[in-house]
Every structure is written in C-alpha cells, then in structure tokens.
C-alpha cells in the first residue's frame, strides 16, 4: 500500500544547501516530520497537497540575532507572527536574557510559541538593557550564572552573548570580553560578541575570541570597522575567520552598509550568517530598514551574492553555529518538518542600509509559505 501523507509540498524545486541538493521533489509530511523526499509524489496520496509550482522549497529559515523576549526585556516584540510569515521557523534571542530571568524566557516564549526561540544569554545578570547599559557596572555581570544556565538548558540555551559598544559596557570592555570569553570556555558554548562603538580595537576583539565564536552586526558602519582606512579587510579579522571565528550580519537599524559590505565581500568576507536582529525598538510598521529576514536576504542578492549561499546563511550555516546541525536547517526524513517555500518575485524593490543609501533591485525574495512542525503558514508576499 502507499504512503498516505497528511500533508505533500509538490511542485517546487529543493534547495538544501546542507545536504547538498538542488533539483525539483516533493517532500510528504506525516503529522510533524518529513516522512518522504523524492520525485513526482501523487497528489492522491496525501490527505492535503500544496502546489508550490515556481518556488524555492528549503529548510525552514533560522533568523539568528532577534530580540523575542516581549513584555520583559526593552528590546523584545512578538515576533511569531512575523516570523510565521516570512518563511523563519527557528529564531535565536541574542541575550534578551541573563541568568537571573533565563526561566522567563523558557516559560515565556520558548514552550508559548509557534517559532522555535532558541537563546543565547546574556552575561549581565538581567540581560540586556537600554540606559544604563546592562554591564557599566561589572556588579552586574553573572558568568558562573550564565554559564549555568547554558549548561542546565541544552535545548533551549545556545551560547553567551555579550554586547560591546560604549553604552552597554562604559569603561568596561576588556574586563567584560575576557570574562565573557571564560564564560563560554565553562559552559561550552559559543560566546556572541556585538561589535560597532566600542572602546577597543577590532583587531583585540577578533584577537580574543575562540574557534566558533561569532562576531555579529560585522558590516557595521560603527567603529571600529572590519576594514582599515583604505577599505581593505584587516588582517586581524582575516586570521580570526581562518580559525574559524564566526561572522554574522545582524543588520539592526544601525548595521548595515552596503558600501562596506561590498568591499568585505570582495575581499573575501563572505557572511558566514545572515539575520536581521529584529527588536522592539525599530521603527514600526515594517521594521525601518530591516523589514523581515527575507528582505535582509534580498539585499545580499542585489549584492551578487548566490541564491544557493544566502540560503545556507540562514539554514545549515546558523544551525551548525550552535552545535544543532543533527536536527535544524536541513530537509532530511525523520526530521521536524520545518520548511519554507520561498519565491523569487520580479518585483522591483528599493532596499535601504543604515546610513540612508538607496539600492534599486529588480527581484525580491519572499515567503509564500511557511511549514512550522508540519503546520502550514501562509507568508506575507
């Protein structure tokens, strides 16, 4: 007898960066996992079919810097529904907790949610703050805290983060990156470092941090900068990635410059990840320059950078960056089903960077669907 499947994705064409596939399949779903992945799937043998003839169908995006910690923390928003409809299955909270209100988050969004909201956690006691900044006073910071939190909360805790500009750590910046840098050497996790205004040098930044460690918002117009004063990447950061250090986007509102980040790329500072670091303190509605992951996706396209690489950027890249590679960011059967089927749209799209330039492009990605633990979502295009 053949499978009968509660749900079939038919039509589309696969691109998986992490299992290297890129070819048109369909992918039959059973309750909450893949259950199928192959060619001309009849449409009788499943319960539901979804014709997603003309889409792009890949791993359920994973937006790894957002700030989801709503009611709490001064930069969290609901970001469900924004996620739900922009193809984002999984998100990463970038230490909107610290270990004194880690349970919250748990509690809170991450067993409340639809989205997977997984966690990096803060250092400073309460995480993340706005005035005053959460580690002007080291009083405040909690490493053998965060480091237990992170220990005792595998599935949900996936590293330490520590913001670096002036305002979060005043005078504080070497104490607080080496004690941050400790820190994740005691739980085993990777430490997320915000760089753009901070009192010390990039190249002691870069210097400091270990193999998987991840430097976020790395385009950021903000000094110190990834390039030195003829636009050409430091050698400093060049070794750091050679070793493996980690480089995300995080565009924010304050992040992101296109004419920075066309000269890293063309020398040689590709972004290992691409996200958005949604926060509640970007201007509404539609996030100022940010918009939703797939716009910051879209903008890498009209950078020139390859579909198939923006794609691993935001699924087999940020899942292999937390040690989650064996069940994110990859279409594999026995997995939670957790897809997005995308559309490139000729649609002509003017994309903004954070000092105020303006890039015409002549496609947009967007999400038609998203599939969340087989449950189907319809995008915002």
């Given amino acids: 007898m053949s499978d009968i499947f509660d749900l079939l994705i038919t039509g589309g064409t696969v691109i998986d960066p992490g299992s290297g596939t890129n070819q048109k399949l369909d992918i039959g779903i059973t ?71 880690f349970l919250g988050f748990r509690k809170l969004v991450y067993e409340q949610s639809r989205t997977r909201m997984l966690a990096f956690v803060a250092m400073a006691q309460h995480g993340v703050l706005n005035d005053p900044g959460e580690l002007e006073n080291l009083r405040f910071a909690d ?33 607080a990156l080496r004690l941050a840098v400790k820190t994740g050497e005691a739980c085993r996790a990777p430490l997320m470092v915000h760089v753009g205004d901070t009192a010390i040098s990039m190249e002691e930044i870069v210097e400091s941090l270990r193999a998987g460690d991840v430097v976020t918002h790395c385009y950021t117009p903000q000094q110190p900068s990834i390039l030195d004063k003829n636009g050409r990447l430091l050698d400093a950061v060049r070794k750091a990635r050679e070793r493996g250090v980690i480089f995300d986007v995080g565009h924010a509102g304050g ?13 040689g500072l590709l972004p290992d990840i691409i996200s958005s670091d949604l926060h509640g303190r970007l201007k509404q509605p539609g996030f100022g320059v940010v918009g939703d992951l797939p716009t910051v996706m879209t903008k890498f396209l009209a950078l020139g950078l390859s579909l198939e690489r923006i794609i691993a950027a935001c699924t087999s890249s940020p899942a292999g960056a937390v040690g989650f590679q064996d069940r994110l960011g990859r279409l594999e059967i026995g997995r939670e089903a957790d897809i997005a089927v995308l559309q490139i749209l000729d649609d002509p799209v003017t994309l903004r960077d954070s000092l105020g330039a303006e890039k015409l492009h002549r496609q947009r990605i967007a999400a038609k ?13």
């Fill in 369 to 381: 669907w998203t599939i969340r633990a087989g449950e189907v979502f319809e995008g915002s295009c």
């Fill in 143 to 175: 490493p053998e805290g965060a480091a237990q939190a992170v220990a005792e909360n595998r599935d949900v805790a996936i590293g330490i983060k520590l913001r670096m500009h002036k305002k979060s750590v005043g005078e504080n910046s070497r104490a």
């Fill in 255 to 267: 992040h992101f410059d296109f004419n920075l980040v066309r000269r890293a790329m063309s020398d």
């Fill in 31 to 101: 309750a909450d996992r893949i259950a199928a992945i192959r060619s001309n799937i009849p449409p009788v043998s499943a319960r539901k079919a979804l014709n997603v003839e003309g889409c792009i169908i890949t791993p359920g995006l994973i937006d790894f810097h957002v700030h989801s910690y709503w009611g709490v923390n001064p930069y969290g928003f609901n970001a469900d529904r924004i996620c739900l409809a922009s193809g984002v299955t999984t998100t990463m909270d970038a230490g909107s907790s610290g270990p004194t209100n």
